[in-house]
């Protein structure tokens, strides 16, 4: 499967932002799919996943109550949408598939090219 980020931005603090995640190639519906983060130096960071076949989502810690993780069969997407986004949010954002649902980005075999999200103070 062949994935697509996009929807990264400049944003103020408090402000909201929504990533897509396009699949072509395989039904996204099939797979489990993350969104992680990544700032240079660091490891990519867990911030969401979905699995559809029997449901389910998990947000990292400082995800929960301010994004929301979504699918569209219709357009074979997934999307993130953030809202309060604080400027420790800013970073490039990559969303991830693999047949199971996973925290772990070594998991992940499938990924998108990364969409840089930056939000000012």
């Known amino acids: 499967v062949q994935l697509q980020a996009s929807g990264g931005g400049l944003v103020q603090a408090g402000g909201s932002l929504r990533l897509s995640c396009a699949a072509s190639?395989?039904?996204?519906?099939?797979?489990?799919v993350g969104w992680f983060r990544q700032v240079p130096g660091k490891e990519r960071e867990f911030v969401a996943a979905?699995?559809?076949?029997?449901?389910?989502?998990d947000y990292a810690n400082f995800a929960k109550g301010r994004f929301t993780i979504s699918g569209d069969n219709a357009k074979n997407t997934v999307s993130l949408q953030m809202n309060s986004l604080r400027p420790v949010d800013t970073a490039v954002y990559y969303c991830?598939?693999?047949?199971?649902?996973?925290?772990?980005?070594?998991?992940?075999?499938?990924w998108g090219q990364g969409t840089l999200v930056t939000v000012s103070s």
């Open positions: 991830a598939a693999e047949l199971l649902r996973s925290s772990s980005f070594r998991e992940y075999k499938n």
């Open positions: 979905i699995s559809w076949n029997g449901g389910g989502t």
């Open positions: 190639g395989r039904t996204l519906s099939r797979y489990g």
